[in-house]
């Protein structure tokens, strides 16, 4: 263990450490429109809250409290993937497009699973 504990208290580990510092996430313009993976998971809590439904990102913080099924349901999937659970649900197409007022932007298509060439195709998901 005394070893461990001096290999990284060296100043190799000390230096790294440094460099690879995180500020936390970056901030988008709003003409920025593509928002990856990581940076969605950054919002996962009541006062900053991000899913992913269909490859498009939405801020839904504002929703909670409106949520007809409860703010609970939706914290599950704060900051992740919610396509499933959304589809799952019986949600009508009418509810996906109410989405629209939340929309800030869509992932990178190296990272969809819906919205690209050979995608999973779902008939009722927009372009």
């Not at 197409?93 to 050979?118: C, S, V």
């Amino acid at each position: 263990m005394a070893e461990v504990s001096s290999v990284l208290n060296s100043g190799f580990f000390a230096s790294a450490l440094t460099v690879a510092d995180y500020d936390g996430p970056v901030k988008l313009s709003p003409e920025e429109r593509v928002v990856t993976l990581d940076e969605v998971s950054w919002h996962d809590s009541p006062g900053d809250c991000w899913i992913i439904i269909y490859d498009r990102i939405y801020d839904i913080t504002d929703f909670l409290d409106e949520h007809p099924g409860g703010s609970d349901i939706l914290l599950e999937y704060a900051g992740r993937d919610a396509s499933v659970a959304f589809r799952g649900s019986g949600h009508s197409a009418q509810a996906l497009r109410a989405l629209d007022r939340f929309t800030i932007g869509e992932l990178p298509m190296h990272e969809r699973i819906f919205r690209k060439p050979g995608g999973y195709h779902l008939s009722d998901i927009p372009e």
